[in-house]
């Protein structure tokens, strides 16, 4: 069994986005639970570890309260959908206190806007007993005081949208999508505030030069209007090559709209111009900030599939966007982006993070910004997170599963785990990564994929959960397009990779693309783990329901508890890799 103990004291003040503990209260010693927070604007991750847990047979999980509470009220119990006896009927929750979370962690959706800026009080409490006579072990419980991150902080802004078709919480919102009022409502709760990362871009540029390299150009609810009604010049390179002209009818409607067709450019030379950014250019073609992410300008980029987008105020950051995107306006060759990529940029300081740019193509001998991934991955020291569309590089993959088998925490997210051996040939690169992805899913639910969810899996009492939106094809959908990889983001030195590329042979070598490194910023790392783990819980869930009995029901006892406990399970690795113990 394991009776060891954290012997540390949690002792950090509260900061806006603090990703490790803020003001945590009877952390680690005689045995009590020790509490971490990783945060994002719209959500609180609470990490917590019982060390003792293990040595009680009536363990039945955690009871987590809430002060200020919801709507007003002065404390709440986060919810817990599953009681001891199933769901509710109703698809209503039951609060923790009755029905307590058998997870090591769990997070506070519940966070509005206007709770940004503002700290709540969080006590985390061990539960043990009978189901039908719970005992609230107050003297072993932690308290956690946390700061909701704003969304744009020390000159960064970050948004992550919701991008959660399949979902409960979707489904009682929006029980009917067939009108495009209803559409519209229902892609501006899915994106989460991102729909707004252009206009309020545009809104603070005020007249300013916008200059951008966009892949696809096709949302008219939100960014196409805010392009034909923005007050300064425009211009933008756009994807045009092969037969993919999707931006095409966008690019249009602006110069219809009496925009110079001399200011746009399309991209016809890489396999895929794949980038998707924006630069404000101020008095004296000064740059003055970027906008940039994995988030493609269309309705579905910013609704439906999972991304992120950072704006950074770095004049520094934005005037290496804006001489990539002049570079691409000419439309060089292949080889000539091949040939004038120069590696990873300077280090430089924007706000709280160090960062630094590697914009691909690189030439089919090198691999250097992909390398850089794989030896962080090699030197992590406690956990590596991968959420990818589809990544094929098998040399990541091999050192994002080896951390695994290192005894690290390795949790991994792509859009979709093959359902059957894939075919074609096990010595190129994508079929070898689908062989490897397989393998890896079938041993192990390190890794998931949202793919493995069908509609008629919904458990009993739940309400059903849509796949596809309506209209949309399901060979082509995609619920993942995040591209990062995030290593210790629980510790004190985290390093954040993320941008447009897939983490793939194209990326590396055929594609315009965009990579960022984010370096000596637990904040924004503890937002991307916040976020990955919302995502990943979402569907590993889901993937489970095919699994599992189809009714879901709390444990009456410690049973529940026991794959946490035990040496190298996975369940184990995160909860003392998340809660510092």
Request: charged share 25%; proline share 8%; hydrophobic share 40%.
């Given at each position: 069994m394991t009776t060891k103990t954290a012997t540390h004291s949690h002792r950090q003040s509260a900061v806006h986005g603090q990703s490790t503990e803020t003001k945590s209260r009877n952390?680690?010693?005689?045995?009590?639970?020790?509490?971490?927070?990783?945060?994002?604007?719209?959500?609180?991750?609470?990490?917590?570890?019982?060390?003792?847990?293990?040595?009680?047979?009536?363990?039945?999980?955690?009871?987590?309260?809430?002060?200020?509470?919801?709507?007003?009220?002065?404390?709440?119990?986060?919810?817990?959908?599953?009681?001891?006896?199933?769901?509710?009927?109703?698809?209503?929750?039951?609060?923790?206190?009755?029905?307590?979370?058998?997870?090591?962690?769990?997070?506070?959706?519940?966070?509005?806007?206007?709770?940004?800026?503002?700290?709540?009080?969080?006590?985390?409490?061990?539960?043990?007993?009978?189901?039908?006579?719970?005992?609230?072990?107050?003297?072993?419980?932690?308290?956690?005081?946390?700061?909701?991150?704003?969304?744009?902080?020390?000159?960064i802004t970050s948004h992550f949208n919701r991008a959660v078709v399949s979902s409960q919480a979707f489904s009682k919102q929006f029980p009917n999508i067939s009108t495009p009022a209803q559409q519209k409502a229902a892609r501006a709760w899915l994106a989460n505030g991102m729909e707004q990362a252009v206009p309020q871009f545009l809104d603070r540029a005020a007249g300013k030069d916008i200059e951008g390299a966009i892949y696809h150009l096709t949302d008219d609810i939100w960014i196409i209007p805010s392009f034909l009604n923005y007050g300064g010049a425009v211009s933008l390179a756009y994807n045009h090559t092969g037969k993919d002209h999707t931006s095409d009818a966008a690019i249009k409607k602006l110069e219809d709209a009496g925009r110079p067709a001399n200011l746009f450019a399309p991209r016809t030379h890489a396999s895929i111009m794949h980038d998707k950014f924006l630069v404000r250019v101020g008095a004296a073609d000064h740059a003055e900030a970027v906008l940039t992410g994995s988030a493609n300008f269309t309705s579905e980029g910013l609704s439906a599939q999972a991304n992120v987008l950072h704006a950074f105020e770095s004049p520094q950051l934005a005037k290496l966007y804006l001489d990539r995107k002049r570079l691409l306006d000419s439309d060089p060759g292949l080889s000539a982006t091949q040939k004038d990529e120069e590696g990873w940029s300077d280090e430089m300081k924007v706000g709280d993070a160090t960062?630094?740019?590697?914009?691909?193509?690189?030439?089919?001998?090198?691999?250097?910004?992909?390398?850089?991934?794989?030896?962080?991955?090699?030197?992590?020291?406690?956990?590596?997170?991968?959420?990818?569309?589809?990544?094929?590089?098998?040399?990541?993959?091999?050192?994002?599963?080896?951390?695994?088998?290192?005894?690290?925490?390795?949790?991994?997210?792509?859009?979709?785990?093959?359902?059957?051996?894939?075919?074609?040939?096990?010595?190129?690169?994508?079929?070898?990564?689908?062989?490897?992805?397989?393998?890896?899913?079938?041993?192990?639910?390190?890794?998931?994929?949202?793919?493995?969810?069908?509609?008629?899996?919904?458990?009993?009492?739940?309400?059903?959960?849509?796949?596809?939106?309506?209209?949309?094809?399901?060979?082509?959908?995609?619920?993942?397009?995040?591209k990062f990889v995030v290593i210790d983001a629980e510790g004190e030195n985290p390093v954040v990779f993320t941008g447009s590329a897939n983490f793939s042979g194209n990326s590396l070598h055929s594609n315009d693309e965009n990579l960022l490194q984010i370096t000596q910023c637990p904040r924004i790392a503890g937002m991307y783990m916040a976020e990955f783990l919302r995502l990943y819980e979402h569907y590993r869930a889901r993937i489970k329901s095919d699994k599992e009995p189809k009714t879901f029901k709390l444990t009456p006892n410690s049973a529940w508890s026991k794959k946490y406990f035990t040496p190298g399970a996975p369940e184990t690795k995160a909860r003392q890799a998340m809660a510092g113990t």
């Open positions: 952390a680690g010693g005689d045995g009590k639970v020790v509490v971490k927070s990783y945060t994002s604007p719209t959500l609180v991750l609470l990490a917590y570890d019982w060390p003792a847990g293990d040595d009680h047979e009536d363990f039945l999980g955690f009871a987590i309260q809430r002060t200020p509470g919801f709507d007003g009220a002065e404390s709440s119990w986060l919810p817990n959908r599953i009681g001891f006896n199933g769901p509710e009927p109703d698809q209503s929750d039951f609060p923790s206190n009755e029905a307590p979370i058998q997870k090591f962690y769990w997070w506070d959706a519940r966070i509005d806007t206007k709770d940004r800026g503002h700290s709540f009080t969080y006590r985390v409490i061990p539960v043990t007993g009978q189901s039908s006579s719970l005992k609230l072990s107050d003297a072993q419980a932690a308290e956690i005081v946390v700061t909701v991150p704003n969304v744009e902080e020390q000159g960062i630094r740019v590697f914009f691909p193509p690189e030439g089919k001998a090198t691999r250097v910004s992909i390398d850089t991934i794989v030896e962080a991955v090699k030197a992590a020291k406690h956990s590596v997170l991968l959420c990818a569309f589809d990544p094929t590089d098998m040399d990541l993959l091999d050192a994002v599963f080896a951390a695994s088998d290192a005894g690290l925490m390795m949790l991994a997210l792509v859009n979709r785990v093959p359902s059957g051996q894939p075919k074609g040939d096990p010595s190129r690169g994508d079929v070898a990564a689908k062989i490897a992805i397989l393998d890896r899913a079938e041993k192990s639910d390190e890794i998931v994929g949202f793919g493995a969810f069908n509609a008629g899996a919904a458990p009993t009492d739940f309400a059903p959960e849509r796949v596809l939106w309506p209209g949309e094809s399901p060979k082509i959908m995609v619920r993942v397009h995040h």
